[in-house]
């Protein structure tokens, strides 16, 4: 088998994500070219494009996704494959605010499945489910690194301290109520203020920068390719 029969892939041409993003906001489109500008390969940006998205949307929607994967250069599968390897995004509709309770080990011997029960009775929902107010979704957590205020709960991966069964009640009516949203934004949010200094990269410097990787890229291959083809040349000879 020729070397180039060996490098092509098999199977049907990947499919890459929509050309021109349709889903996402201007405002979002162009900080994400911002982001992609940070890295060597824009498919490095691919997380960070993920969580705005997600601080759009609430959650990783399809469209979002495709568009994301367009945006870097992969397919729509490969952004699903990333993204759902992490508990921080998800790629199914979550409530405005997910409540996460810890039940790993430290948290466990100190309440954390008697609290878990309280929340899905009083929530009338499983871990994992939302209900149909649709303003909370409850997460069962492996550690959440809270470990001295056990039970340990997040809110938006905010912690929001120990809950016994009656504070978690109460926090659920705040969250209802929109009277925490001072310090608890609405899923999907990181940061309310961007950073305008710092992580900016100029994209003309970018360009050139790529275009000299690129170049020396080809002629450490094509230096590669003279130095086989010298050697098989003399072992012919020899
Ligand atoms: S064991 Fe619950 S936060 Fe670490």
Redesign the pocket.
């Known amino acids: 088998m020729s070397e180039q029969a060996r490098r092509t892939p098999v199977g049907p041409p990947r499919r890459l994500g929509t050309p021109t993003p349709a889903h996402l906001s201007s405002d979002v489109l162009e900080r994400a070219h911002q982001l992609i500008s940070l890295y060597p390969e824009p498919r490095s940006a691919l997380i960070p494009l993920c969580h705005l998205a997600q601080e759009q949307d609430g959650w990783l929607t399809p469209e979002a996704m495709a568009d994301i994967a367009g945006l870097v250069g992969v397919t729509p599968t490969e952004v699903l494959g990333t993204a759902t390897f992490y508990d921080m995004l998800h790629t199914e509709p979550v409530g405005t605010h997910v409540v996460s309770i810890?039940t790993?080990?430290?948290?466990i011997l100190n309440g954390?499945a008697e609290l878990l029960e309280h929340a899905e009775s009083s929530l009338g929902v499983n871990a994992g489910g939302t209900p149909i107010d649709g303003t909370i979704t409850l997460e069962e957590a492996e550690?959440?690194?809270?470990?001295d205020r056990?039970?340990?709960v997040q809110v938006n991966h905010r912690f929001v301290g120990a809950q016994t069964p009656e504070s978690f009640d109460q926090l659920v009516a705040e969250l209802r109520a929109g009277s925490r949203a001072a310090d608890i934004p609405n899923h999907g949010t990181l940061i309310r203020v961007r950073r305008t200094t710092g992580l900016v990269a100029d994209p003309e410097q970018v360009a050139s920068e790529r275009a000299d990787m690129a170049e020396a890229q080809a002629q450490r291959a094509a230096a590669a390719e003279a130095a086989k083809t010298a050697s098989d040349s003399a072992g012919a000879k020899s």
């Open positions: 810890c790993n080990i430290a948290c954390a550690c959440l690194a809270d470990c056990p039970p340990c």
